[in-house]
């Protein structure tokens, strides 16, 4: 079974553009939770969907929002970019949704803000 | 909500000896606690987890003990190799209204050295 796979594994954008980021997750998943990770503040929960709802979000601002589509499949968008939003920006699937679930992550999006 | 504490931040073993990595949680609501290793440039795996109504767990080389009352666990790797060198997380599961999240410890650092 294919594991968490998403794209573009690398980007570059400069301040004040938005960017997209894609997850695609194990086959059957259906809960899809997004994380930031920066050397500083190390793995930060950004949100999570489930069936196409954003069950709980983490603390960040408006400028990150999210989707789900039918499919499982999820996207992440981040307006007006800053410098501060360099990171590695993780996704992780698992099966039902549950909190004792195991959740799978995927290799990340690096993205640069220039 | 949840928070997270690891200690080391790092540490240098020698070939063949015993790693002991310790986290506390804040939250006695939480009942999962997945441990993660991440290698440089790739995301989180999962190594091993436990659940709130176990005490214990091995695989092979790999051993996670929790302390429910004392809100703590603990990660043991015995023998280690140099292929344990990583960057190793800890994490609690935190259950919302209807929802969860995983809250991470800092990480980790693992030096094993041949």
């Known amino acids: 079974k294919a594991g968490v796979t998403q794209t573009p594994r690398y980007l570059i954008k400069t301040r004040g553009q938005q960017v997209t980021l894609s997850c695609s997750p194990i086959s059957g998943h259906r809960s899809v939770s997004w994380y930031q990770q920066t050397p500083g503040q190390g793995l930060q929960f950004l949100f999570e969907?489930?069936?196409?709802?954003?069950?709980n979000k983490g603390n960040f601002p408006g400028r990150f929002s999210g989707r789900q589509f039918s499919n499982s499949r999820s996207e992440m968008n981040v307006s007006t970019l800053e410098l501060g939003d360099s990171a590695l920006y993780l996704c992780a699937s698992s099966l039902g949704g549950r909190a004792t679930d195991t959740q799978y992550f995927g290799p990340g999006t690096r993205l640069t803000v220039l | 909500g949840e928070n997270v504490e690891q200690h080391p931040s790092t540490l240098s073993v020698q070939e063949g000896d015993s790693a002991v990595i310790k986290c506390t949680y804040s939250?006695?609501?939480?009942?999962?606690f997945p441990w993660y290793k991440q290698e440089l440039g790739k995301g989180p795996q999962l190594i091993i987890d436990?659940?709130?109504?176990?005490g214990e767990k091995k695989d092979q080389r790999i051993a996670v003990t929790l302390n429910k009352t004392a809100k703590h666990f603990s990660l043991h790797i015995t023998e280690t190799q140099p292929e344990d060198s990583a960057v190793y997380f800890c994490a609690a599961s935190y259950s919302g209204a209807g929802s969860y999240q995983l809250t991470f410890g800092k990480g980790t650092k693992l030096s094993v050295i041949p």
């Open positions: 969907y489930f069936s196409e709802t954003q069950r």
């Open positions: 436990i659940r709130s109504n176990v």
């Open positions: 939250d006695s609501a939480s009942n999962y």
